[in-house]
């Protein structure tokens, strides 16, 4: 069985910081790519970021600069540290594994930032 589980969402005021973890379980964590997405109230998920297997990152135009995705193979697992945050960061993050036609999304967690 397949799960992947987030964890270090929370509050916190504009400016700050946050690093969120994603634990994998069920999947070969290192054949798999992995990224993070979030989802506003009111609007469609979106991608944040993605390590992929390879060891290639990609971050969107918005987060870049401020947002870094890391992983550790040997832990299965994904973060996602997060400075200088604003309150458009507002959203719930969700974890996804993919590879090849396999994909897999994790709970999410939630993430508040305060002006």
């Known amino acids: 069985q397949v799960q992947l589980v987030e964890s270090g969402g929370g509050l916190v005021q504009a400016g700050g910081s946050l690093r969120l973890s994603c634990v994998a379980s069920?999947?070969?964590?290192?054949?798999?790519?992995m990224g993070w997405y979030r989802q506003a109230p009111g609007k469609q998920r979106e991608l944040v970021a993605t390590?992929?297997?390879?060891?290639?990152?990609n971050y969107a135009d918005s987060v870049k600069g401020r947002f870094t995705i890391s992983r550790d193979n040997a832990k299965n697992t994904v973060y996602l540290q997060m400075n200088s945050l604003k309150p458009e960061d507002t959203a719930v993050y969700y974890c996804?594994?993919?590879?090849?036609?396999?994909?897999?999304w994790g709970q999410g967690t939630q993430v508040t930032v305060s002006s």
């Open positions: 996804k594994s993919e590879r090849r036609s396999l994909v897999y």
């Open positions: 069920g999947i070969i964590f290192s054949i798999n790519h």
């Open positions: 390590f992929t297997s390879g060891g290639s990152t």
